[in-house]
């Protein structure tokens, strides 16, 4: 359980996250997964990362529980460290030095979205969701990431209803390079890892520094504006009681 790193080609690290049993990763998860991705990037033997995750699913964002234990006791600890930690995993992946593919299965959701939208190519499963449910769970953040996958008018309608696209949907806006049943995503994705790690890797780290610089959108001033209303959010109760409320109906789910 964790986040691993293994190198199973020439030129590829795979990152691998297993958080289970959703993968929604605590304070801890997020700050050791912007490491793995630095220090994969960091390597000059390395000329692409494949970005992972064991389980039904890729990412559930942050571990609630985690938030509810803290704010409980009157503490906002754990908001910090899991805000810190998702700004400083997006950024990861964002500024890694080499190319990011992610390999998305199952539900990708709230923080998985930050991450998958600061990667720089997407293979997905045909079983693959991805939506941001902040307003069902007393959140906000990753708009700036949903809207590199999206147009901007859908966007808004899925954080607003909290609903998901599938990888077919995302595949037709062109965010998603390939969707494959799901046993062949592994296979899938490291194909496209590999075809990237053919190229010159000195070439390729200028390449996605090139890219960087003409991107539009500043991502890491983007989220951090976000992530500003997501204080206010908590520091008002409001966000308290919607989490509430969404433990409670999934209790009555469960009943």
Not at 6 to 19: E, I, K, L, Q, Y
Not at 158 to 171: D, G, I, K, V
């Amino acid at each position: 359980m964790g986040v691993s790193t293994s190198a199973p080609d020439h030129g590829v690290a795979v990152v691998t996250v297993d958080f289970p049993p959703v993968n929604a990763l605590p304070v801890h998860g997020w700050y050791d997964l912007a490491d793995a991705v630095r220090t994969a990037g960091r390597d000059p033997a390395v000329r692409c990362v494949l970005l992972t995750a064991a389980g039904r699913g890729f990412n559930a964002g942050v571990d609630i529980k985690e938030l509810q234990r803290d704010t409980a006791t009157g503490g906002h600890g754990a908001l910090l460290g899991a805000n810190g930690g998702c700004a400083e995993a997006f950024a990861a992946v964002y500024d890694c030095a080499v190319p990011v593919v992610a390999a998305v299965q199952g539900f990708c959701l709230g923080g998985g979205i930050g991450l998958v939208g600061n990667a720089d190519a997407i293979v997905a499963s045909e079983d693959a969701t991805f939506g941001l449910p902040e307003l069902d769970r007393g959140a906000l953040g990753a708009a700036t990431h949903l809207a590199r996958l999206v147009p901007q008018h859908l966007m808004r309608a899925l954080y607003f209803t909290s609903r998901t696209a599938t990888a077919h949907e995302l595949h037709a806006h062109g965010s998603v390079w390939r969707v494959v049943p799901r046993g062949e995503l592994p296979d899938a994705a490291m194909e496209l890892a590999r075809e990237i790690a053919r190229k010159d890797g000195y070439l390729l780290r200028l390449a996605k520094a090139a890219l960087n610089g003409i991107d539009p959108v500043d991502v890491r001033r983007s989220y951090r504006f976000e992530q500003g209303f997501t204080f206010e959010a908590n520091l008002s109760g409001v966000a308290d009681r919607v989490r509430d409320a969404f433990g409670a109906s999934g209790k009555e789910a469960r009943s």
